[in-house]
């Protein structure tokens, strides 16, 4: 590749980063501003930080929005594992159609998902609050969970079971002493790829949540319609990077599986 | 104990309407290394996974020990495989590994330990009892999968293909440390391959399967030299076929013309006139001459030299005879003689020894 190539290649690629970071990293800076209603730089702060530590309301939502992130992701996860396992060790009729359907969830938009289990819940009287948040978090999440475990599992040789079962290991063996322990950085991935989801998610929940149970998105949400402080940008800086920390251990989890 | 450790009688297997295998009966002794010879897809690996548990017969009965085993779940027979992609659990270290079965049945680790290093000193691996599969060569993947398979004393061990995965030399010396390894033990070795030369070099006895069905049981060189039928012949080795009609069968002898000239060659089997048969005969039991090398070349074909190969130590011919039928034949070198030069072109004399070939009833 000639130089100039390689310095169009370079020009592409660092615009597409900037047209995708650009914004954030307006948020990161103007979250230090010492400024209150200017997008002008006005000097380093702290001030919105410590104005953010002082909200009450805040905190009260974002350990709701942590419960509830850490509930939801252990339960899909768990089920997730499950549902993965049962696809890839067993045949079954209509197996592939179930696999069609984990990933028609996937890419399902979320308002059609929000709206039908709202109505669900309001039919089957599930009172919004917690516990539908927590139904609804479990229900988008378990795709993910699924495809993200049964995407490791099909890089496992089948015969490592059948050589388990002719070593004289039970099915409770198996699973515990082999398929658990090979699937271990998937399972982790994918509890760090559900909490995140949860953490961040505000269309579905928008729909299921009730006053009882106020979560960090939706406060954050109902905020911005009073206009964007300079306490909002200092937290979505939180978020954002709670985000980035969880995602980044999530691909270094299932990285250190390809090696091992 | 019985005379047999593992016994197939009228063992059939249909998968949906598929015959994959027809009527196998096959006993196997105690200590003995068989191989299953045969084209992939001939059922070998069937068999294999029925003697291992996870095949279950359509019908028949598969003895083990002489006790009825086809309701014997895979955990529970005390038969263990070796697989052809090793199957070693890569998130356990080699020890680990090899002491998986042991602690299946929940030994205390005091008795566990000296087992495995036991069994990976056989293997030659006792040093790399720490290391994960991954860190490890095929080869040596290839021993610790060995070692975990014959640390719980099995009466019969089951390897599925394990040297095709490997390169060339290493399979060459792996043939070698199998035969040895299964001698030092004495546990039964059911061998299943398609490498024909495999399976001659290291076996007491070949099972030869083709299409379901077992074609002929005999020891490595009765297989070779006496092939049942022509499906046998022609797998195992190459072979040149000389289609004819019988003229006359008189004094354990039939007459029969090849390439123009009759002959009488000896056959206890008896055949009547118009019968028609095959003479068989292998590449290495031809011999070719130069023109000017013979004098009587009665009992001898002419033909023209179409291809020489070199192979070190022999060298291929390939011969095209009057009829234009191209024959096979392969010389071994001799020091003190310089005639195996050949030159494309050439013409020269054929002939084999009289006795070495094989005669088959034709086959439709």
């Not at chain 2, 299946?104 to 006792?126: D, G, H, N, S, Y």
């Not at chain 2, 095929?138 to 394990?162: H, S």
Request: charged content about 20%; overall charge neutral; proline content about 4%.
């Amino acid at each position: 590749m000639s130089k100039n190539q390689n310095k169009l290649g370079n020009c592409f690629l660092g615009s597409t980063y900037a047209f995708l970071y650009l914004p954030i990293l307006i948020l990161i800076a103007l979250s230090f501003n010492n400024a209150r209603y200017s997008t002008t730089w006005h000097g380093f702060s702290w001030q919105w930080y410590s104005l953010l530590f002082q909200d009450t309301d805040l905190w009260i939502s974002a350990l709701h929005s942590l419960v509830l992130g850490v509930t939801a992701g252990c339960i899909s996860t768990l089920l997730g594992t499950l549902a993965a396992i049962a696809l890839f060790r067993f045949k079954f009729q209509g197996k592939s159609l179930l696999q069609g359907l984990i990933f028609v969830l996937i890419v399902i938009p979320d308002i059609v998902l929000g709206i039908a289990l709202l109505m669900l819940f309001s039919k089957i009287q599930v009172p919004l609050g917690f516990f539908s948040l927590l139904l609804a978090h479990i229900t988008f999440c378990l795709p993910f969970v699924i495809v993200t475990i049964f995407g490791r599992m099909t890089h496992i040789d089948k015969n490592i079971f059948e050589a388990a079962k002719d070593l004289g290991a039970s099915e409770f063996i198996i699973f515990f002493k082999v398929t658990i322990p090979m699937l271990l950085p998937a399972i982790i991935a994918g509890l760090l790829l559900s909490f995140t989801l949860s953490f961040d998610d505000v269309m579905i929940s928008y729909f299921v949540s009730g006053p009882s149970f106020e979560i960090l998105p939706l406060k954050i949400f109902a905020m911005a319609k009073l206009g964007i402080k300079p306490e909002l940008n200092a937290l979505c800086t939180i978020i954002f990077l709670i985000t980035i920390v969880t995602t980044f251990s999530a691909q270094l989890f299932l990285r250190k599986n390809k090696h091992a | 104990m019985t005379d047999y450790v593992i016994e197939l009688q009228d063992i059939n297997k249909r998968f949906h309407d598929q015959h994959v295998l027809n009527n196998i009966n096959l006993q196997i002794k105690h200590g003995e290394f068989l191989t299953l010879l045969g084209p992939s897809g001939c059922g070998k690996t069937t068999i294999l996974r029925m003697i291992s548990g996870f095949e279950q017969p359509t019908h028949g009965q598969l003895l083990i020990d002489g006790k009825n085993a086809n309701n014997l779940i895979a955990e529970a027979r005390n038969v263990h495989t070796v697989f052809q992609s090793f199957a070693l659990f890569p998130h356990m270290t080699v020890y680990e590994n090899v002491a998986f079965s042991l602690r299946c049945q929940k030994l205390p680790e005091t008795e566990i330990k000296p087992r495995v290093f036991e069994a990976l000193q056989i293997v030659k691996l006792a040093d790399f009892a720490q290391r994960k599969p991954a860190q490890l060569s095929g080869g040596q993947q290839q021993r610790v999968a060995i070692a975990r398979a014959i640390i719980n004393r099995p009466l019969v061990l089951l390897l599925d293909e394990p040297l095709s995965s490997l390169d060339y030399r290493l399979r060459k010396s792996m043939q070698v440390e199998l035969k040895q390894l299964q001698r030092k033990l004495g546990i039964t070795f059911i061998f299943v391959t398609h490498d024909q030369e495999e399976a001659l070099s290291m076996s007491d006895r070949v099972v030869v399967l083709h299409d379901g069905q077992i074609q002929q049981i005999g020891k490595p060189r009765e297989v070779y030299e006496n092939p049942a039928n022509l499906t046998v012949a022609k797998f195992i080795g190459e072979v040149n076929i000389f289609p004819t009609t019988v003229i006359a069968y008189q004094n354990n002898a039939i007459t029969v013309e090849i390439e123009g000239q009759v002959h009488s060659y000896k056959s206890k089997k008896a055949y009547l006139p118009e019968d028609k048969v095959n003479i068989l005969l292998r590449p290495e039991d031809i011999r070719v001459y130069d023109t000017t090398e013979v004098d009587d070349t009665n009992d001898m074909y002419p033909g023209i030299i179409e291809e020489v190969i070199y192979k070190g130590t022999t060298v291929d011919l390939m011969v095209k005879l009057n009829s234009g039928k191209v024959i096979h034949a392969m010389e071994f070198f001799d020091e003190d003689d310089d005639s195996l030069v050949y030159t494309l072109g050439e013409k020269v004399w054929i002939q084999w020894i009289r006795g070495w070939e094989v005669i088959l009833p034709h086959e439709a």
